[in-house]
């Protein structure tokens, strides 16, 4: 049995966990609206595992939803809703970015630092340098630490990242903070190669704990849209040094 | 494969889909009566946030009843089939999300969101067939699977998750899948 070859039973099985690339998922949908075998082995699968989804906690609605959907029935499916737009579309960009679960993956896999690391570095960096106002670990989508951002009185901020990641050729690593939900992230700047860098004073305010600080891996040069764009790597919370 | 027909008599949702397909919203509203509540928490299950998953929930709706006339009861259960379009409206919705900053609650809530797998396999009734072919299989590459049905996740986020190379996860995947199929049958 070869393992690059994928049986039709294979691919639907996947489809139905959610795990085909979205070009890959589409593919295969469209075969399985000219093809009864795919179509059978997609409602053969689902039929198999819903049950897991049956057995979800039950969450009750807010009253108001079923008056919403029942609204949104009288809007022309082939014209935009005025007071309704879909949901964050995001950018083509970003939509490019999300066909790259790989890509997005093998970032991520390489997280293999431990907390106790991202403690002692902590730690190392408040002896070695002036003392930060702020510093935050940031964590990889599952929860390991990712890289540490001490934030200074002027602005400035040292960004360490505490796990290998494979930055492709032509993407940057671009240092992010909501300091104001109402003005978005804004960037603090990019990383170089090797990953650690001083970045220069933002002109924000002065960082306050439980500020959001976040890594987005972004086009060389920075996003083009002056917000994050691309897949984060790492974000986690300001907190003040003890 | 051979049409269903006792499955059809004793599933209503498919009945109620013929409704929708007729212009009776009164049948959607008893889908959503009947289901909404376990959708809800599918979808909340994926897309971690509660308003978020009401957004996806009101949008899945709306394409339930767009959607109806294209139900096909010889290709599974009036049931599956809604529950599949929630499912995908809410993976689209996470995967749009992804480049989202988010709450504080939602990075409190990865160490817990983590064993929501483990949840997911203990609250499958004893008697199901799932759950015991579930059972049979290794303990890390059951939970790669329910990482990527119950929670959405992608290949490489679950290799990250779970530690192992990504070429390993889709093949521990793969096996498994193949596993299933076969203690299904």
Known sequence: MTEDR????????????G??????????????????????????????????????????????????????????????????????????????????????GAALAGAAATLALAVFSAA????????????????????KPGAVVDVFADGSSYVAPLTDVSVP??????????????????????????????????????????????????????????????PILFKGFAERPR | MTAVPLQTRLDPIADWLGGCARGDRSALKAIYDREGSTLLGMATRIVRRREVAEEVL??????????????????????????????NRALNQLRDDRHVPVEDHELEGYAAHDEATEDAFDRLADSDALKRCLSR??????????????????????AGRLGAPLGTVKAWIRRSLASLRTCMS
């Open chain 1, 6 to 17: 994928r049986t039709l039973q294979d691919l639907a099985g996947e489809f139905v966990l």
């Open chain 1, 19 to 104: 795990l085909l690339e979205p070009d890959e998922s589409a593919a295969f949908e469209r075969r399985a609206e000219r093809e009864p075998a795919a179509a059978a082995a997609i409602a053969e699968w689902r039929d198999r595992l819903l049950v897991l989804d049956a057995a979800a906690v039950p969450l009750a609605p807010h009253e108001t939803l079923w008056a919403r959907i029942d609204d949104a029935l009288d809007e022309p499916a082939s014209q935009a809703a005025p007071g309704a737009p879909p949901a964050r579309r995001p950018s083509r960009l970003a939509r490019f970015w999300n066909d790259l679960p790989v890509l997005r």
């Open chain 1, 124 to 143: 190392t960096y408040r002896d070695a340098q002036r003392q930060p106002q702020v510093i935050a670990v940031l964590l990889t989508p599952d929860g």
């Open chain 1, 169 to 230: 050729a032509d993407r940057i690593m671009q240092v992010w903070t909501l300091a104001d939900p109402a003005v978005g992230p804004v960037s603090l700047g990019l990383l170089t190669e090797d990953g650690s860098a001083r970045l220069r004073p933002a002109a924000l305010p002065a960082p306050k704990p439980r500020q959001l600080y976040e890594i987005t891996l972004e086009p060389d040069g920075g996003s083009p849209t002056g917000k994050p764009t691309g």
């Open chain 2, 58 to 87: 009101q949008e899945a709706f709306v394409q339930i009843w767009r959607r109806a006339a294209s139900f096909d009861p010889s290709l599974g259960s009036g049931r599956a089939w809604v529950f599949a379009v929630v499912r």
């Open chain 2, 137 to 158: 299989l290794d303990p890390v590459r059951r939970k790669a699977v329910l990482l990527a049905y119950c929670l959405g996740l992608t290949h490489g986020e679950i």
